[in-house]
């Protein structure tokens, strides 16, 4: 099993690519820096996204926090996102959005780089997001 905490800090280069049913193809790159917060570790994206009429800044913040159980993946408020347990260097999760269900898997490609992948499927939403991060 890999450790979250000894494989994710320090500063990552990411390119996304977006596929949305309403909005078509779409594209964010930019950077990604896990530092040590806490029980765990923050986890923060910005970067330039381009999806339909939108060509611009993008960012989130999200928190990779130890538990009882292991370790999961929560939003900046607190509130619980995914489980995140990488073992044989992989993790598949899932996440309730309302009607909405996000099904995701991160996959370790290298000692410098990972990649995720995420399904949405729902009334509101149906789109795919293919991201790489490369160490940089």
Avoid: N
């Avoid at 986890?43 to 009882?68: F, N």
């Avoid at 489980?83 to 099904?103: I, K, M, N, Q, V």
């Avoid at 996959?107 to 490369?134: M, S």
């Amino acid at each position: 099993m890999i450790d979250p905490a000894d494989f994710l800090p320090g500063a990552w280069r990411v390119e996304r690519e977006l596929e949305d049913a309403g909005l078509g193809s779409g594209r964010f790159s930019g950077t990604a820096e896990f530092s040590p917060h806490g029980e765990g570790l923050r986890w923060e994206e910005e970067g330039r996204m381009t999806i339909g009429a939108y060509d611009g800044p993008a960012r989130r913040s999200l928190r990779v926090m130890r538990d009882k159980d292991g370790w999961a993946v929560r939003f900046a408020d607190g509130r619980p996102f995914h489980r995140l347990e990488l073992r044989d260097g992989r993790a598949s999760f899932t996440h309730p959005c309302g009607e909405d269900h996000y099904r995701g898997e991160l996959v370790v490609t290298g000692p410098d780089a990972f990649a995720i992948e995420w399904t949405v499927r729902g009334p509101a939403k149906a789109q795919r997001l293919r991201a790489r991060y490369e160490r940089t």
